[in-house]
């Protein structure tokens, strides 16, 4: 089939087009000079004639995410987003020279790098997850390089409509790199499918081919997606400078059962943090958000106890099981999230900004991160302009205990074609789901608490009251 051309750049006051840089199922991105301050930029505009609410929901739901990791290292920064004059929205970002995605298939990447950029992606996702979001299109080419050599992770365009997402508009998801139960329509994602597509991107980066292309043989996208839902077993990289350990990981990451994988990213990036002290090398930070403080208390030291989300739902495990300890001086940056009342203060040991010294710099640059957070969020918006009919409110939900399970349930508060749930539990967990029924592992210490929101064309309701089960009722 062939390849379409690139649209045609909008014009934008204060930028220059200068050249195209990629294109997608829904969007163009090209290179623009910014006049002031001068500079280049990578500026994301949705496709003409683009006008469905999903997709233009995918767009709101980058910018917002983008917002909630703006501050993080390993993420490309979000400068700013609005709507041009011929309708389009677009999103002005952080321009990077190169990815992966084009030096996996023409160098032998040194294998120090590989397990730095595995640490630092690992992070960016870990935190997405904390986050209560899911990337799923995690592969070579979305792990772009700044022009300081940092890795960072890019194309959140399908990572919040995992909910509303039909298989048939998830044009972004890419074969290589998709779990097996991805590809059978058994789930839309999961963290564990997420720990896969990480895993797969991190061979890909030290053998040069995704794991399941074999040189010498076919390797359409019908082969690779037999051969990933099929039983065969990942092979070794080949490379003889890769550790048995590397390849073990690897391979773990990769089990055809999702049960058989690390259950969070934060294993498999405590899990490269080994490697690298066990051959020697500089053992790379991971910047990872400070979940304890989300919920306005310390967590419990002990581990939270897995959410099973109802059949059909998307999981996202409970953080704060585990700890990297961090070298260096800690730094705390707040961070409000645009979709929860929650402040999430996170911890970081690195950043690509040097950072400032004096309190009336700092006081004006957080008051002008602030702003910028405020107008990305507030001029997307107006993309959705049209779907501003009211949200329902959940209520009234009830709790019955089981032996072994904790079931809660709720009338249908007058949901539309489309919309979702999106249960947040105390411990931070999320899950997304059609039914009015959601079960948790019943702990016998500790109340199992949750809120419900509507999830409608991208946006979310407000909360309900908070219920937890009768050791501590909430609402």
């Not at 290589?176 to 991190?202: D, F, I, K, N």
Request: net charge neutral; proline share 7%.
């Amino acid at each position: 089939m062939a390849r379409r051309l690139p649209s045609q750049p909008p014009v934008l006051a204060g930028y220059t087009h200068l050249r195209a840089l990629g294109k997608g199922g829904f969007a163009d991105v090209f290179l623009y000079e910014q006049a002031l301050p001068r500079a280049d930029v990578a500026v994301k505009v949705l496709l003409p004639g683009v006008a469905s609410n999903s997709v233009r929901a995918m767009f709101l739901s980058e910018a917002n995410l983008m917002s909630q990791l703006a501050t993080h290292p390993s993420v490309v920064t979000v400068h700013a987003a609005s709507i041009a004059p011929d309708g389009r929205p677009y999103l002005v970002m952080e321009y990077c020279p190169s990815s992966f995605g084009t030096r996996y298939k023409t160098e032998r990447i040194p294998l120090a790098e590989v397990l730095t950029a595995g640490v630092k992606i690992g992070s960016a996702l870990e935190s997405a997850h904390r986050l209560g979001f899911l990337h799923r299109d995690i592969k070579p080419s979305n792990i772009l390089i700044t022009q300081y050599n940092h890795p960072v992770l890019a194309d959140f365009g399908i990572a919040a409509t995992v909910a509303e997402a039909d298989r048939d508009e998830a044009e972004g998801m890419s074969v290589p790199w998709s779990a097996p139960e991805v590809l059978q329509s058994e789930t839309r994602g999961t963290v564990r499918s997420e720990v896969w597509s990480l895993a797969a991107t991190l061979y890909s980066m030290l053998a040069g081919r995704s794991p399941f292309e074999y040189p010498g043989k076919s390797n359409t996208r019908d082969d690779l997606q037999r051969r990933i839902v099929g039983r065969d077993r990942v092979p070794p990289t080949g490379r003889p400078d890769v550790p048995a350990e590397l390849e073990t990981l690897l391979a773990s990451c990769m089990s055809k059962s999702p049960a058989a994988r690390p259950a969070s990213v934060l294993e498999v990036v405590r899990g490269l943090q080994l490697i690298e002290s066990t051959l020697s090398l500089p053992q790379t930070s991971a910047d990872i958000s400070n979940e304890a403080f989300a919920s306005g208390a310390q967590r419990a030291a002990a581990p939270a106890p897995l959410t099973r989300a109802a059949q059909g739902g998307v999981s996202v495990r409970a953080a704060g099981e585990a700890r990297v300890r961090h070298r260096g001086r800690r730094s705390d940056t707040v961070h409000e999230s645009t979709d929860s009342s929650v402040t999430v203060i996170r911890q970081a040991t690195t950043s690509r900004a040097k950072p400032l010294r004096r309190p009336g710099v700092i006081a004006a640059v957080v008051g002008s991160a602030v702003v910028l957070v405020a107008a990305i969020v507030a001029a997307v918006a107006l993309v959705l302009g049209a779907l501003n009919t009211s949200i329902p409110v959940v209520s009234d939900i009830r709790a019955s205990a089981g032996a072994d399970a904790i079931v809660f349930s709720w009338r249908d508060p007058g949901l539309a074609d489309g919309d979702l749930y999106v249960i947040r539990g105390a411990d931070g967990s999320s899950s997304t789901q059609s039914a009015n029924e959601f079960t948790v592992q019943a702990d016998p210490l500790v109340p199992d608490c949750i809120t419900v929101r509507v999830l409608r064309d991208g946006r979310l309701g407000d909360p309900s009251a908070q219920k937890c089960s009768s050791a501590g009722d909430g609402g």
